[in-house]
């Protein structure tokens, strides 16, 4: 068939690019857990129902869900009357007792936003977060901040 080349043979001394890359890309050896996107739509109604905080730590906000949010306020920064402004949420997906990933929200000045959300997510289940990224509140949703 016309157009159907092949590429060079493999060299089994060195590995390429795609497949250290598929090796890094091995999230989806991970264990069931709740999806993080379900999770975020949670966290986000949330943020639009409640908002802040009654005391400077609340864990396991949603009770009811397969996965476990607990959510702080560090330093006591951003009090506001008897509430308190949400500067860190842990999230475990599977309720395995390890997080899964951790968000931490400041305030920021620049560009449109007002909010900057930065995502550490340890993939493995293992609290190693080795992938970041960053949602600063512009509309672009997550990006990868390494
Ligand atoms: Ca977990």
């Known amino acids: 068939m016309p157009g159907c080349s092949r590429g060079a043979p493999p060299d ?5 690019a795609e ?13 069931a857990r709740a999806d993080i996107d379900e ?5 986000d109604k949330w943020f639009v129902e409640v908002g802040w905080l009654d005391e400077r730590t609340q864990a396991d906000v949603f009770k009811d869900a397969p996965y476990r949010v607990d959510m702080f306020n560090d330093d006591g920064q951003g009090r506001v ?3 308190y402004w949400v500067q860190r949420i842990w999230i475990d997906l599977d309720r395995d007792g390890k997080w899964d990933e951790k968000w931490t929200r400041k305030l920021t000045r620049k560009g449109p936003g ?3 959300t930065l995502r550490e ?8 977060f080795t ?9 672009k949703g997550w990006q990868p901040n390494p």
């Open 12 to 16: 089994d001394r060195k590995p390429s």
């Open 19 to 31: 497949s250290s890359t598929r090796a890094s890309a091995s999230g989806g050896q991970v264990p």
């Open 39 to 43: 999770v975020q739509t949670r966290v």
């Open 81 to 83: 009357a008897e509430t």
């Open 114 to 116: 007002s909010i900057e």
């Open 121 to 128: 997510v340890a993939p493995a289940d293992d609290e190693r």
């Open 131 to 139: 992938m970041r990224f960053v949602d600063r509140d512009d509309g």
